[in-house]
């Protein structure tokens, strides 16, 4: 198929073109768009993606990257610039071609009815947990998510969130959004009796 360069069951290596690298906050997040009609079709919440960032030699290794969300043939990430690979990652344009290999892990474990369900993101942790999100609501099994971060410009996908009807709560170290503290805190006071089952979904700093 197209750019398939390896089949390893439902994993490919692959070339994918870049349909959008959107800068979302200056120099520090980005959502990528690729277009990878395979992986769209079997990747499940929780898995990720394999990136060479560069044609060239450096960084020899791949970066690893969560599938954020999957529309129709087209998979989106969401990163942050950490070091090299990130910033030569945020410099490849639309319409040239990332060699990937994915979806690779095993995905989140979902849960039975009847489970009451929190979603804690911490910053850029909110790129998984989103198409989780999205996964539940189409099941409709309810759930909270808590999203926590530093500062206002950390806080992601805060409306995307809310688009899918569940409850969403937000916390800033510096409370400049939200609640004043840790994401953690948000999670304290909505933790059980003991005979309450929970189950908690994490992702990033949180
Ligand atoms: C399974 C998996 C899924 C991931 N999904 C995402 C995602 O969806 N979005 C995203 O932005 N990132 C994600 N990451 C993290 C991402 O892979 C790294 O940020 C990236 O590889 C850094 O590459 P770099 O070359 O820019 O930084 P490097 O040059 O490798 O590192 C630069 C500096 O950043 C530090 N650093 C590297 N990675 C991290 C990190 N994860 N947290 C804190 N400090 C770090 C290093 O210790 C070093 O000091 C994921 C990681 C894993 C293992």
Not at 7 to 25: C, D, H, P, S, W
Not at 46 to 62: A, C, E, S, W
Not at 88 to 115: A, C, E, H, T
């Amino acid at each position: 198929m197209g750019n398939v360069l390896n089949y390893f069951g439902n994993m490919v290596q692959t070339k994918a073109e870049i349909i959008e690298n959107r800068e979302l906050l200056p120099a520090t997040y980005y959502q990528l768009s690729l277009k990878v009609q395979r992986i769209a079709q079997v990747s499940k919440p929780g898995q990720f993606l394999h990136i060479k960032v560069n044609q060239g030699i450096f960084p020899l290794l791949r970066r690893p990257f969560s599938i954020h969300r999957v529309r129709r043939e087209n998979v989106d990430l969401l990163y942050k610039i950490r070091g090299k690979g990130t910033k030569i990652l945020s410099r490849r344009k639309r319409g040239q071609y990332l060699d990937l290999i994915g979806p690779l892990g095993k995905g989140y474990k979902l849960p039975d009815k009847g489970v009451r369900i929190i979603l804690v993101a911490g910053g850029i942790g909110v790129a998984s947990l989103y198409f989780l999100a999205e996964e539940l609501t189409q099941r409709s099994l309810p759930y909270i998510t808590l999203i926590g971060g530093k500062k206002s410009e950390d806080i992601l996908c805060r409306d995307e969130f809310k688009q899918l009807g569940g409850v969403v709560k937000i916390s800033t170290e510096d409370g400049s959004l939200g609640r004043k503290g840790l994401v953690t805190d948000l999670l304290q006071e909505l933790l059980p009796t003991p005979h309450c089952y929970l189950r908690l979904w994490s992702d990033g700093n949180a």
